[in-house]
């Protein structure tokens, strides 16, 4: 009988052991995921996210936008914009046929949900395919003004281009998650 046990307790004390090792490596492989991750949010490669030229020329060929909701005075799309200061969120968008590129931040819930509830506006936002959040069950999917369009990631990913304008030279791994446009329209 002491035999069986012993048996026993080798094999738990292995299994426990592999499980630490299992655990250990899992735990590099989130890190490792973490740091590469390609986030805009803290990214120290670009200090202003831009919208892919491709993809800009087409939707303001468009809406011909009246503002740029989510810009920096380096960055701006249109003659009229609002910055991190002047902060879109605290502004009125009524009348208006507005492009929104928020950050891949947490604000992005806040810039949906403010485009939902502003009544006489064309808002049109370019945002992550993030279909698993609560702003897109609450404010995006099943709202009858509201289309969307989930983009086709290139081959080499989307190319936001350069802080200073130019374009970035095609060689690096461009942003490789999914993007959707979300056209919400409240005009009356």
């Avoid at 936008?65 to 380096?74: P, Q």
């Avoid at 006489?120 to 404010?139: G, N, Q």
């Avoid at 983009?151 to 959707?180: A, E, Q």
Wanted: glycine share 4%; with cysteine; hydrophobic share 35%.
């Amino acid at each position: 009988m002491d035999n069986w046990h012993e048996r026993a307790d080798a094999l738990h004390k292995r299994i426990k052991d592999e499980l630490e090792i299992m655990q250990k490596k899992y735990s590099e492989n989130i890190m490792n995921i973490k740091k590469n991750t390609l986030s805009f949010s803290c990214s120290k490669k670009m200090k202003w996210l831009r919208t892919p030229p491709k993809i800009w020329e087409r939707l303001n060929n468009e809406y011909d936008f009246t503002i740029d909701l989510c810009a920096s005075n380096e960055n701006h799309l249109c003659d009229r914009y609002y910055t991190k200061d002047t902060n879109a969120l605290e502004q009125d968008w009524s009348n208006e046929v507005a492009y929104l590129h928020p950050l891949f931040d947490s604000k992005i819930g806040k810039f949906v949900e403010k485009a939902f509830h502003t009544k006489d506006s064309l808002i049109v936002m370019l945002l992550p395919a993030s279909t698993h959040t609560k702003y897109f069950h609450e404010w995006i999917y099943h709202n009858d003004n509201c289309e969307i369009e989930f983009l086709r990631k290139p081959k080499r990913g989307f190319r936001f281009g350069k802080d200073d304008g130019s374009v970035d030279d095609g060689k690096s791994l461009g942003y490789i998650k999914s993007l959707m446009i979300v056209v919400m329209d409240n005009r009356s």
